[in-house]
């Protein structure tokens, strides 16, 4: 078994910077992550790829270069293409890479999970040829492979960026069709001094629709009744907007109405989570440092609470450094120093987040789906189901299991989790909180009954060689 | 099995692998395992164990598991593989629960 001081899950933005900043303090630093390559989603592949399209791609994804360099040192062991399936004790992480398990032990923990897509269960979207748009956006980020005949459904400032650069690979999508409504954006500048401070951002959303303008991109505004068409493989889009019905066709679809913080490791070890009624979703309760409800195990980036990819960066460094002052490599008055500045920045970054939170909410018909849409995309459970459980007395998410395997798949929840929340909550009339979230147990993605006893016979030899 | 891909390459000088889809050649970009079959126009990689309805990638992530395809004998996700000179591919075999 490996021994670090601290055991980093996840080479995004957050993992990265405090992956550099704790070997900086003079830790030892264990990074595990899924890819071949660092970068997490926002940055994936960003080493290779910045040379060939970062123009294309923008400086947003460019910005992930010195965070990847800096990953290079002494002190930083990095396991690229590792599948962790299993964390024991806090910090005792297992993970598959290569066909083999491996197993360490860190000091501390930082789980630095980034997010997923919330999901958008709509008619129709388990069609062939129906993806996220941060699926479209990985394709064309690490593959370089656009659709010619996309059609982007949903809301957020992701969906734009998908399309701009769609449009500059020589691909504009065919139309958005767009949740967002009037309403959501007078709500949102409620949030006066957050749209403020957000002013950089908004410039840039301004930009992008510039962009699509000049594209040609057909924007159809505050859509409603939004469904999928297709025999076997996604054909159209059909969707109510501007007081009259709409069928788009396309063979590509790409869904967007937020991300949500990837909580299957941090419920898997079992700290404690609470709902974000602004963002719609659970995360982990942090303090001030990232530090969750066991002492030695952190929380930072998207995985925490989304905030994108500067906060991420900067949250990871803050709990890099309070884990230093944990472990005695820095003192009271160096952690202070350093940590001064970042959280300053980190106030600035987050300040316009409840104002994107408010103009772009997620779609309500995805969030209490119709009862003939399937939310569980593995059992193939819908949502109608979810409710029939709810009458017969079903009141949490993980009862919901045994009424009908939903959340059961092989994804474990991560696809159908929130809606089967949401469902119960709203058919029973009580809160996210009271009705809670599916129970996450190891392992966390699927390890073959070989590699298990690989890591049995390992151990073992150990033992003997302790004897 | 095998249609027009919707999907262009930006750059069609990348380099090719052979792997085996089926059981037959398949010439296509080395990388993303699944971006490479899409760009190769498969469609679907899969049937679903209960209603036997086709799938393909969906987050291209690793957090769905639409995209599972069998490779050497195992059910892996095909968003989290490179495709490699000769690694033979094929739907995962299904065993329908009705």
New interface residues.
Partial sequence: MTAADLVIIGAGPAGMAAARTAADAGLSVLLLDEQPRPGGQIYRDVERVAPVRGALLGEDYTAGLPLARGLDGDRITRVPGATVWSIENGTRVAWTAEGRVRQAAGRRLLLATGALERPMPLPGWTLHGVMTAGAGQILLKQSGIVSGNAVLVGAGPLLYLVAAQMARAGSPPRALVETQTPRDLSAAFRHGSGALRGWRLMLKGIGLLAELRRAGVPRHRAARSIAIEGTGRAEAVCFQSGGRRHRVTCDTVYLHHGVVPNTQASRAIGVEHRWNAGQHAFEPVTDADGRTSLRTVFAAGDGAGIGGAKAAELAGRVAALAIARDLGAIDDTALAAATRPLRHALARERAPRAFIDAAYPPFAEALLPADDTIICRCEEVTAGAIRGFARLGCLGPNQAKAFGRVGMGPCQGRSCGLTVSAILARENGRTPEETGYFRIRPPLKPVTLGELAALTAADENEIDRRR | MKTVS??????PA?QRVTIRWQGRDLVV?A??LA??L??AGI???RH?P??A??????????????C?VEIDG??RQAC?I?AAEGMAVAMPRVENRE
């Fill in positions: 919707p999907f262009r390459e930006l750059d990348a970009p990388g993303n971006a490479a899409l760009v469609m679907p990689f679903t209960v209603s309805a086709p799938r393909g990638p969906f987050c291209m992530m690793g957090a769905c598991f639409d599972l195992v059910n989290m490179e």
